[in-house]
């Protein structure tokens, strides 16, 4: 079964880090771009980050370029989103999705597998 | 950035009526050398992430019901619900793929 599981989320406070973590199974993991996506409380989605197959090709939102780094370890079928200098504003559910284009490039692509999303709240 | 616009922002219908739901890109997601619209809908029910229901525009993922159905090219694209069941019940997003990743922001779709 192809499947995505999203953890690491927490209360942290402003100024604060925290390391999201996507573990991914059922599938070549090194040949899907990967993606984060996320949804405040009551609000829609925004894409986040993204990372190409082979890890060399990293993308951001401007909301977070600076502060955020996507990477990758294909040999752990894992992908990770560390989130430094957070602020209220990054309080959101964060999703990992898995891209649809077989290649070690990144391709904005539909997102056709989610993990069920970790909790980040940013308060002091 | 692509802008995406969709409306309405909520509708309510009764069970087996037809809704749609308009989409409204900023500018043109058809690549034109492989006519292909980078346009995907998702469903997303509450305590649920986002599920996958239609890509390149009309294309249905699989699994999903027939009664789901897109249309549109260029900058409109429509998402059709043909007779609404209770299990529609729940919030629905656009997504161009044309550039980086772009969603509408959503319409709330609930049974009268």
């Known amino acids: 079964e192809v499947q995505l599981v999203d953890s690491g989320g927490g209360l942290v406070q402003p100024g604060g880090s925290l390391r999201l973590t996507c573990t991914a199974s059922g599938f070549t993991f090194s040949s899907y771009a990967m993606n984060w996506v996320r949804q405040a409380p009551g609000k829609g989605l925004e894409w986040v980050s993204g990372?190409?197959?082979?890890?060399?090709?990293?993308y951001y939102a401007d909301s977070v370029k600076g502060r955020f780094t996507i990477s990758r370890d294909n040999s752990k079928n894992t992908m990770y989103l560390q989130m430094n200098s957070l602020r209220a504003e990054d309080t959101a559910a964060y999703y990992c999705?898995?891209?649809?284009?077989?290649?070690?490039?990144?391709?904005?692509?539909?997102?056709?597998?989610w993990g069920k999303g970790t909790t980040v709240t940013v308060s002091s | 950035d692509i802008v995406m616009t969709q409306s309405p922002d909520s509708l309510a219908m009764s069970l087996g009526e037809r809704a749609t739901i308009n989409c409204k890109s900023s500018?043109?997601?058809?690549?034109?050398?492989?006519?292909?619209?980078?346009l995907a809908w998702y469903q997303q029910k509450p305590g649920q992430p986002p599920k996958l229901l239609i890509y390149?525009?009309?294309t249905r993922e699989s699994g999903v019901p027939d009664r789901f159905s897109g249309s549109g090219s260029g900058t409109d694209f429509t998402l059709t619900i043909s007779s609404l069941q209770a299990e529609d019940v729940a919030v629905y997003y656009c997504?161009?793929?044309?550039?980086?990743?772009?969603f509408g922001q959503g319409t709330k779709v609930e049974i009268k």
């Open positions: 500018h043109s997601i058809l690549y034109t050398s492989k006519n292909k619209n980078y």
């Open positions: 390149w525009s009309s």
């Open positions: 999705a898995k891209g649809t284009v077989i290649s070690s490039s990144y391709y904005s692509s539909n997102m056709d597998v």
């Open positions: 997504q161009q793929y044309y550039d980086f990743p772009t």
């Open positions: 990372i190409s197959g082979n890890g060399y090709g990293t």
